[in-house]
């Protein structure tokens, strides 16, 4: 089975903006994750979903960010309008609840940076 | 309070040695799962291995240990005949609780290791 996909792997964008990054999970998990990986601030948790409903969005910086999941293979985190500290890897991550330990696999990553 | 410290920001091991990356969590529940992730250069995640509360026994996988000691709340990893490619970031973290908000990872701010020759 192939793992969690994310794109873009890379991403530039002017300062104010509209990013869109994407996700899609492992088949068959029913919880994604969205987590902001900086030197500052390590990863973060900023939202995560369970059977596509958000459970947890305390992450989430600001109202700048928004995160939907319209169903259960395909995720967006949204930055709008961008600034550059949102500049960091941000990953997404997807686990089953019926496993007993329940770890997260990640994505790759994308790597946004905001000039 | 940190959930989960990690308080070696960088290790240095020297190829075949045994090294162990130092992992201590706060948690005021009875069930939870502690977790060790590794990144190496080119970014990605890679899961480890896991420990659960309620396991009496140190997980293993592999080269990879958990020395999990719940009295004192630490679970180190630790690394048997290190090699070069095990240069990486390690991140240790903890799943809190058994209901469903309780699939989230709280994670440490790393350790850095370095294997030489």
């Known amino acids: 089975d192939a793992g969690v996909i994310q794109s873009p792997r890379h991403e530039v964008t002017e300062m104010g903006q509209e990013v869109t990054l994407r996700c899609k999970p492992i088949?068959?998990?029913?919880?994604l994750f969205w987590y902001r990986q900086t030197m500052m601030r390590g990863l973060e948790l900023l939202i995560y979903?369970?059977?596509?409903?958000?459970?947890?969005d305390s992450g989430m910086p600001e109202d700048r960010f928004s995160a939907k999941m319209p169903n259960a293979s395909f995720s967006t985190l949204k930055i709008q309008p961008s600034e550059p500290r949102d500049s960091a890897v941000y990953f997404c991550?997807?686990?089953?609840?019926?496993?007993?330990?329940?770890?997260?696999?990640f994505g790759q990553g994308t790597r946004l940076t905001v000039v | 309070a940190q959930k989960i410290t990690q308080t070696q920001p960088g290790m240095f091991v020297q190829e075949k040695e045994a090294v162990t990356l130092d992992c201590t969590y706060d948690?005021?529940?009875?069930?939870?799962?502690l977790f060790w992730y590794k990144q190496p250069s080119s970014g990605e995640m890679i899961f480890l291995i896991y420990q659960g509360s309620y396991d009496e026994q140190n997980a293993t996988e592999g080269r990879y240990s958990l020395n999990f000691q719940k009295a004192r709340k630490s679970a180190n990893l630790v690394i048997s005949a290190s090699q070069l490619g095990d240069s990486a970031m390690y991140f240790c973290?903890?799943?809190?609780?058994?209901?469903?908000?309780?699939?989230?990872?709280?994670f440490g701010t790393g350790t850095r290791l370095q294997v030489t020759l």
């Open positions: 088949s068959g998990h029913d919880y």
């Open positions: 991550a997807s686990s089953r609840r019926d496993r007993a330990r329940r770890e997260a696999f």
């Open positions: 948690t005021s529940d009875q069930s939870y799962g």
């Open positions: 973290a903890m799943r809190e609780g058994t209901t469903g908000t309780a699939s989230k990872l709280t």
């Open positions: 979903f369970n059977n596509n409903v958000p459970i947890d």
